[in-house]
Each structure stands twice: as C-alpha cells, then as structure tokens.
C-alpha cells in the first residue's frame, strides 16, 4: 500500500478557553471568548458531570467510518456529521476526513485532554485521537483549527506502538489528568491476546511506552475506565485478535478463547491486584463508573451472555460483581445457533448516574434502565431498530420470553434500515441518543451482509428524561450507504466538546 501526500497541520498552541469553543458554536471566537471569560480560568470539559449536563446542544458529531470488509478499496474516514435542527445540513455529512491508508479498521475514538484536566487552564479539547483496531496504526485529528473540518496532525506507525510496548490491536482512548493519553491493547504484535496499555504524550503524542508495569499486562483487554479517588482502574476482555478478526466461530467460544474475566489495577502503581471471573459474564465489552467521581460501582455489558453485571467495591477494599439484568436468549429457525443471544455491544450512563442505556445488536433493541437503586435496576424504555428477528426475515423465533411477536421492520425516510442498534451516545442532557448499526466489519459480514451491500445508518431517539421513555426521531436519518466512494460502516460518535463516555471526572 502507498501512503498518499500528506499536509501536516502544525502543532496547536494551547488557549485556555473553556470546551465550549469546540461545541460547535457558530459565533466563532468572539462568543467563544465571551464564554471564556464567564467561565473564568479553566481547562477543558467540565468541573462537574451535572455542570457537563448544563452545556450547550451538540450541533456536530464525529463518526469514524469503515471500508474494510466492505470490498470497497478507499480509506477508512472520519465523517463529521450535521446534528443542529436549525441547520439546513440537518442530518447530513458536512466533511470527510480519509486516513492515509487502506484496511486501518478505525472504532473508537478519545480526546487529547478531556474533563479530568478541567482545573488546568493550558490544556484545549482539541485533537481528537483515533486509534486503529487491525493495524494498530494512530491518527491523531485536528478539530481546533476548524471543528466542521477536521484535518490530520500526526501518524503514529504500528511499528513504533510493536517496538515501543510490544502491543497490538489498539481500542479505547482516555485522556489522563496527567495530560497523558492512555490506549488499551486486545493483542501483541503477533495477534495474540495481550491486554495492555499505550501511554502517549498529550501534547507531542509521542509514544511514551506501556502505563502497566513490564510484564504487567492482563491475559486479555478491550476497554478501561478509572477511578482515582478510589485508586482503581478497571479494564474489561474481548478475544485475541487471531480469534475474532475474520469472524466469529461458536467453537472458539467452546474451547475458552473469549473473555470472560474483568481486572482491577492499582491506579497509582499501575499493577493489576485482583481479576473478577464473571458467572455467566462471557464477553464482556463497554464498561461504565457512575460519573460521580466518589462513586464506587459501575456496570459493564457482557455481549454473549446478554447480560449486564454491576461491579462495586466491598468495605475491606477488594471488588466484587453481580448480575443485575438478564436479556433472554430467542429459540429460533434459520439462523447460524438455535438460540439468538441479545448480543449487548455498548452500554451508556447519563452523566446524573439516573439511566443506563444499552443495544441489543442482533435483537435489535435499545434499552433504558433506571439505575436509582443500581442493585435493581428498572426498566424505563425500550425501542426496536431493526434486528435479526425482524417480520419477513430469514430468522423464524420459535420461542421468546419478552415478545408476543416478531417485530416489524423499520423503515425511515423511505429506506429500511439493516442491522442492528449498535454504538450509542447520550447528549449532554439527556434527551438525544444518536445510534449506529455497524459493530466491526469482519462481524458485519457475517451476521448483516446486507450491512455490506447498503451501508450503516445514524438514528436519533428523543429521550424522556422524567418519566422514561424512547421515541425515534422519524426527521432525522444519516444514510452511510450513499457515501461518495460507496456503502460505509459507520461506528462510534463522538461530540466536540467531550460526552458521557469521552470524560471521566477526578
């Protein structure tokens, strides 16, 4: 592969405004000093997660989108995608960022600096960092100069990330409010399963070696969250990357290869103390604290098991975990197994600690729990998007615990939507959840080939915040299918200012 000419933007110097220049503010930089100087001195993001729930409406949203798999031969982009109702681009891609090489697999996304950095007035939200799940290859993405159009700032080469800290297969990005950034590994240079950790530079982005200790790294990783209040970071577990990358196969699955275990680490010797084998937590992905930074208990989704598992600390200081809800497994006909599992792929909380949302990627549901009481949580709303189990599909359900009948397929703006509800973001105030249909490419192919054929889509759910309650937006709708070069997988969404996933408070 060639890699194209590149203009390489300099290095931004720091300004000391508050993240609301980056919100998508259309008065430019005279709003934006205005809202400087009433924030006073701060650094980016937010002192608090309900100071964050105050901020302004999200009117962009940035949203890597995939090429690999789909046997379109182009780079893999970030889109920049129009959310502003006022705007006349309402739900349109407004820029196209392509990366410079083929087959990166891009998935999620962080930020240079985030919430955690809120008391340090030289730190600016301005770069966004995408690393790469198959090369292992980094992006690091200029959205200060110009937030509508974002433009390259650095490539960092899989070869340095192998050389440097022996990883591969990089996923979740966290800022550090050490003005570090911190990139978690599924795999060594070879593809086989390695959790560890990146540590970059938060200004230079050069690559500082491993956060964990040398010969630190878990059995296994896929995403972290920390804590520094309570000293812990916990990291979750997917697969090598040998076992998923070109697919899944049940027998793996049979003969252990997929996670199953959470770790807990010392957030200031940077050693994992303890690992929690889940009962019936097998793949465990997305996991979430509550946002209160004295909170001591979270939730982390367990994609194969259906189910999500509350992790909390006991009085003697070691940690525990417990199923809270269960998603049965459908009986089915014409499907690759004879029970269709929930599949639950990304989960979310609302920056008040009040709701947890979570998608059901091959049911083709999204959740919203009420999380008051975290031991029993409620449910509050719940939505079809599509699906695996779908009326008119190949999927007979033979036997369903939940439903009385299949549900209907969606059809928005004339297009009905393939997949299945998959990433989600909760704005700012939690009354807009925007979802995407794409998981991976390799998983697309195989569970939604028409994925492949006509693209992923973005949807938008109007959210009751009092009463609970999910209703879709029929107004708004980003096609990915009728992209430029051909159908894209559009993943994880990202707002400018930083979101209920993108920042941790300390």
Not at 74 to 84: E, H, I, M, N
Not at 259 to 265: A, D, K, M
Not at 327 to 350: A, N
Not at 391 to 412: A, F, I, R, T, Y
């Amino acid at each position: 592969m060639q890699r194209k000419k590149l203009e390489m933007s300099a290095s931004d110097t720091s300004t000391g405004l508050c993240c609301c220049l980056f919100l998508g503010n259309p008065a430019g930089p005279a709003s934006a000093n205005s809202m400087a100087t009433k924030c006073g001195k701060c650094g980016p993001g937010y002192a608090t997660p309900l100071e964050a729930m105050k901020g302004p409406r999200e009117e962009i949203v940035y949203v890597p989108c995939i090429y690999r798999n789909t046997g379109t031969e182009a780079p893999d982009y970030l889109a920049t995608v129009d959310v502003d109702p006022k705007s006349p681009q309402y739900s349109q891609v407004i820029h196209r960022l392509p990366m410079p090489y083929l087959k990166d697999e891009l998935h999620h996304s962080g930020w240079n600096t985030c919430s955690s950095c809120f008391g340090d007035s030289t730190k600016s939200r301005n770069k966004l960092v995408l690393p790469s799940l198959i090369s292992s290859r980094i992006y690091v993405v200029d959205v200060g100069s110009d937030f509508r159009a974002p433009k390259l700032h650095k490539v960092i080469e899989p070869s340095e990330i192998y050389s440097k800290c022996n990883l591969g297969n990089l996923h979740t990005s966290h800022c550090l409010a050490s003005g570090e950034v911190m990139i978690s590994s599924l795999g060594d240079p070879q593809g086989n399963a390695k959790g560890g950790f990146v540590l970059l530079d938060g200004e230079t982005f050069e690559v500082k070696g491993t956060w964990e200790k040398p010969g630190g790294a878990a059995p296994m990783g896929y995403d972290f969250w920390y804590q520094p209040r309570h000293n812990v970071m916990i990291s979750t577990e997917w697969a090598a990357p040998n076992v998923f990358k070109d697919g899944f196969n049940p027998a793996h699955v049979e003969a252990g290869l997929y996670g199953s275990c959470l770790h807990v680490w010392d957030w200031q010797r940077h050693e994992m103390i303890q690992t929690l084998q889940m009962k019936d937590g097998l793949i465990p992905l997305e996991i979430r604290f509550l946002h209160n930074p004295d909170a001591t208990q979270g939730f982390v989704g367990c994609a194969l098991s259906s189910n999500i598992q509350r992790f909390y600390k006991n009085e003697g200081g070691t940690w525990s975990v417990e199923k809270v809800i269960q998603v049965p497994s459908k009986k089915v006909k014409g499907w690759m197994l004879p029970e269709m599992p929930g599949l639950i792929t990304d989960i979310l909380v609302s920056l008040d600690d009040r709701f947890l949302y979570f998608s059901n990627w091959l049911h083709g549901d999204i959740r919203q729990y009420d999380i008051s009481n975290p031991q029993k949580p409620r449910l509050a709303g719940q939505i079809f998007l599509g699906g695996s189990v779908v009326k008119g599909g190949p999927v007979q359900v033979q036997e369903d615990q939940e439903l009385k009948c299949q549900p209907e397929p969606l059809v928005v703006k004339g297009k009905r939507i393939s997949g299945g509800p998959q990433m989600i973001q909760l704005s700012l105030d939690g009354k807009r959840l925007y979802v995407t249909t794409s998981l991976y490419s390799a998983w697309d192919k195989q569970f939604y080939p028409d994925l492949i054929r006509e693209g992923s889509v973005m949807l938008q759910i109007d959210v009751d915040t009092v009463n609970g309650g999910l209703k879709l937006n029929l107004n708004f709708l980003v096609d990915f299918g009728k992209e430029p070069l051909g159908p894209a997988l559009a993943h994880e969404l990202r707002y400018p200012g930083g979101d209920c996933s993108s920042d941790i408070w300390i």
